[in-house]
């Protein structure tokens, strides 16, 4: 049995919501995630990424806003790795209290089409009732995600009144 998992089995055994969500986190690649996922994913679990509903930024990220089901985190997990290159993934913290925990870290991504490479923080809010994730909230710096994907363009951006305050940002 490799590492990953004994994580798995150490989360069916405690239950516990922190070995849940540890064990679900080390188990998001392609190879493993379908099967942690069966194990540590309820089949009517909440997924939630980086917002709750944004049409506009679901046609660059097809896995953002809301959805549910087990079948979700599969393909949301999966699909990462086809559109980015995953150099680093860093659990820093995890925090539980009750049925909710709190996993913070960073992580690093190439853009697999283009060889952008971002740098970004992540947080996520999870629930675990009776050992099953039901609950998860994945966060992390959506702009410079979407942006590695920018093959080209500029945004004029104006966030005070008058002219002065207009700027482009982008690839020109």
């Known amino acids: 049995m490799n590492d990953k ?3 798995i089995q150490k989360a069916l055994s405690s239950k516990h919501p922190k070995d849940v969500v540890n064990a679900f986190l080390n188990n998001t690649d392609k190879a493993s ?9 309820d089949e ?8 709750f509903d944004n049409p506009e930024l679901k046609e660059i990220e097809p896995w953002c806003g809301t959805s549910k ?5 599969i393909d949301t997990f ?5 559109y980015w290159n995953i150099d680093e993934f860093i659990i820093s913290d995890i925090i539980s209290e009750g049925d909710v925990v709190a996993v913070f ?8 089409t283009l060889n952008n490479t971002f740098i970004s923080p992540f947080s996520i809010k999870a629930r675990v009732e009776n050992g099953l994730i039901t609950y998860f909230q994945f966060m992390e710096d959506t702009y410079a995600s979407a942006a590695s994907f920018r093959a080209e363009g500029q945004w004029e951006i104006q966030h005070h009144k008058g002219s002065e305050n207009k ?3 982008g690839k020109k």
């Open 5 to 7: 998992e004994i994580l």
């Open 33 to 41: 995630v379908a099967n942690a996922a069966q194990h540590l994913i």
């Open 44 to 51: 009517n679990a909440v997924y939630v990424s980086l917002n």
């Open 69 to 73: 089901g087990r079948q979700v985190y």
């Open 78 to 82: 999966s699909n990462v790795g086809t």
């Open 105 to 112: 870290g960073q992580f690093t991504y190439t853009s697999v």
């Open 167 to 169: 700027f482009m940002v």
